[in-house]
């Protein structure tokens, strides 16, 4: 185990597009965080301010770190996967002794240090700016909702296996990455559509967008100007999948678990049975 | 156990084309066999399918007498069709991957290096190496960890002359100290210099397979000519010298059994009062064999 770590490492941390994407992804976070609290719009009875207190900020900064997970470290995933396609370096390493199972570990100990690196720039960035904005900080008002962490980087999780099986079946960077975001913001969400209303809401976008809801600040106020501006009522918003879903958060990080688990035996099945 | 490898019945479809049908081989200890046959003959498709890269369609093979697991791959060296390693990582850094996996010290690294003549470009990354520089480390990752067995398809593709003649001499290097070594080839010189044994391979199947030199003696042709022709013919039939045997006026034209040499006949001659004005020996040399073997070398068959 130690030495599929190793061997993990070594091909990872020499890897120029995975240091300029996990760095981009370090100082565009930051930065999309600091110029949101420079943005002020006053809508009566909220407070911008109020989303970068504790606890809020733990909402609204797990879902900003959400669109990183499906920008950023899924096509991380479909890189380093990729490559291993394309510079025939799997087969290299089966040819050697290595098993295709244990090749697919190695990829699981990528995803869990990525995602746990994800968690702690929430941590990080979270704690500063909760601490620069909250006047009277609590251990209860810190500690209240940072569960959010341990549901990032579940989500994280499930948007970097979701990925890992895109790029195991297409075996080619440019077309997984293509697919991938195809499938996330075009195919599902059109699919959803023609289908009845009960099942919409269990479809793998639906549930791991919906684990870090849009915060309900922005929610409120973008659904409140859209129902002034176009007269469309709340109803088509649900539908088309843009507001937060009304799954309880423990149905969705159970039916993620399952869905994680579903997305890597498709990726096990895979790796398996193709010729290199 | 002597068994290396054994193959059984091994058989790779690729859609409807037939790349290896029904092939069996068994190659044991210290054999350095080689895997001869024209392009598309199904060399790679078998080296792949030992080397677990690809799936048969039928059949199976034994790796060091057992059912072959990742583990038995980690006792081979092997190069296969072209080497592959991270273009961006050094000499080092990939060969390295490959000592994780094998369980080795790193130690090794710096010896195979040096046997491949790569020491100085130990931090180059790979993909600054010229064609035969990859070559040579394809061939450095193949002798890591000094291997039971190695498995090599076409190891001097690329290399200038003495790259090919330390490549050759680096096999026989190995087989001296008693390794096997699987050699897929179709430069017939190359395994005729280095192989105990050959398997011809065409379009899929083994047509021929033994030793190197039974292949290479088998079909000798000897020319004598001699005071007592009739005699001698009667000498030698009687004495169960003789494959073919044909008079050609006062020539005798023949081919001997296995166990006797042209040696043993000038002995035999001479011993029994014959005068060989003449004996000459027209070797037909494996090339000739190999192009009978492989000639009118059908397009691989198609699956009905
Ligand atoms: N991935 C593939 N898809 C389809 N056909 C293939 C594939 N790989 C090999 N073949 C076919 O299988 C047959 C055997 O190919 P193989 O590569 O084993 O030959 P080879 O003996 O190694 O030839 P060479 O001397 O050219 O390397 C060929 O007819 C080839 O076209
Ligand atoms: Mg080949």
């Known amino acids: ?276 | 156990m002597n068994e290396v490898l054994k193959i059984s019945g091994l058989t790779k479809y690729y859609g409807k084309i037939v790349a290896i049908d029904d092939l069996s081989l068994t190659i044991e200890k210290g054999n350095v066999y080689g895997i001869l046959g024209p392009n598309g003959s199904g060399k790679t498709t078998t080296l792949s399918i030992i080397t677990n890269i690809i799936h048969p369609t039928k059949g199976n093979y034994t790796w060091f007498g057992e059912k072959p697991t990742p583990a038995s791959l980690q006792r081979i060296g092997s190069l296969v069709e072209t080497p592959t390693f991270y273009p961006y990582l050094s000499l080092y850094q990939n060969l390295q991957i490959i000592t994780r996996i094998k369980s080795l010290p790193d130690a090794g690294i710096n010896r195979v290096l040096g046997e491949t003549n790569l020491l100085v470009r130990k931090h180059s990354r790979y993909n600054t190496l010229s064609l035969g520089m990859k070559q040579r480390m394809g061939l450095a990752a193949a002798l890591l960890g000094d291997p039971e067995a190695l498995v090599l398809d076409e190891p001097t593709n690329g290399l200038d002359p003495e790259g090919f003649a330390e490549v050759r001499e680096l096999i026989l290097r190995e087989a001296h100290n008693g390794k096997t070594i699987i050699l897929a080839s179709h430069i017939l010189d190359e395994v005729e210099k280095v192989c105990s044994h050959v398997a011809i391979l065409k379009t899929g199947k083994v047509v021929a397979a033994g030793r190197v030199s039974d292949l290479l003696t088998k079909d000798d042709v000897i020319r004598i000519t001699t005071d007592k022709p009739n005699e001698l013919y009667e000498a030698l039939v009687r004495g169960g010298w003789i494959k073919t045997i044909n008079r050609e006026g006062n020539e005798l034209v023949l081919t001997l059994v296995k166990e006797k040499s042209s040696g043993d006949l000038n002995e035999f001659a001479f011993k029994n009062g014959f005068v060989l004005e003449k004996i000459e020996i027209v070797k037909q040399s494996l090339e000739s064999q190999f192009l009978e073997l492989v000639k009118e070398t059908n397009p691989n068959s198609i699956k009905s």
């Open chain 1, 1 to 276: 185990m130690k030495k599929l770590l190793q061997i993990e490492l070594i091909k990872t941390l020499n890897n120029s597009t995975f240091r300029v994407i996990l760095i981009l992804h370090f100082f565009l976070f930051l930065l999309l965080i600091y110029v949101s609290t420079k943005i002020e719009f006053s809508v009566p009875g909220f407070s911008t301010q109020n989303m970068f207190m504790f606890p809020n900020v733990w909402t609204l900064i797990s879902w900003f770190a959400s669109w990183f997970n499906l920008l950023f470290l899924g096509i991380i995933i479909i890189v380093l996967t990729g490559n291993e396609f394309s510079y025939k370096t799997l087969r290299m390493q089966i040819m050697n002794g290595l098993s295709r199972e244990n090749f697919l570990f190695g990829k699981g100990f990528i995803i869990l240090l990525i995602a746990i690196w994800g968690m702690l720039l929430i941590l990080l960035a979270g704690s500063v700016t909760g601490i620069i904005f909250t006047s009277e900080i609590s251990f209860q008002k810190v500690l209240d909702k940072s569960y959010l962490l341990l549901v990032y980087f579940i989500q994280a999780i499930g948007y970097m296996c979701f990925a890992l099986m895109v790029v195991s079946i297409f075996r080619n960077n440019a077309l997984s990455i293509m697919m991938y975001l195809l499938y996330f913001i075009m195919i599902e969400p059109i699919f959803r559509l023609f289908l009845p209303k009960v099942i919409r809401p269990f479809f793998p976008v639906k549930i791991l967008s919906g684990l870090t809801p849009v915060p309900e600040f922005i929610s409120i106020t973008s659904n409140s100007t859209l129902i002034t501006s176009s007269g469309k009522s709340q109803l088509d918003f649900d539908s088309i999948g843009i507001l937060p879903e009304s799954i309880p958060l423990l149905t969705s990080l159970i039916l993620t678990i399952v869905y994680i688990s579903l997305f890597i035996l498709v990726v096990f099945t895979i790796i398996k049975r193709t010729d290199l």
